[in-house]
């Protein structure tokens, strides 16, 4: 009996466990690619949406903070700095004719 338990002991040792399977962790490595691939689209496809240097200058981000002169009106408009009539004014001149 001794004998048995040795040898079965020695096998199991010998070939690392061999025979017990990957154990319950076979899973946490295709997550954890997984995980990185989606991190790294997400950042990308961020960066593309905020106009960064993959995206475009007058892309869908470029509203926000950007340069265009009737964004920078509304944004003094809404701050208080010029009024409504002055707004007006700046407006028709900046926006054309056929719209």
Do not use: C, N
């Amino acid at each position: 009996m001794l004998t048995t338990l040795t040898t079965a002991t020695t096998d199991v040792l010998a070939h690392g466990g061999a025979g017990w399977g990957p154990g319950p962790w076979w899973f946490v490595f295709p997550l954890l690619w997984f995980a990185l691939f989606a991190t790294v689209i997400f950042l990308f496809a961020r960066r593309a949406r905020r106009g960064g240097p993959w995206g475009h200058p007058g892309g869908p981000g470029a509203w926000r903070g950007g340069t265009d002169p009737v964004s920078i009106l509304g944004e003094r408009y809404a701050r208080g700095e010029i009024d409504e009539t002055e707004y007006r004014q700046r407006l028709e001149v900046l926006t054309p004719k056929d719209r």
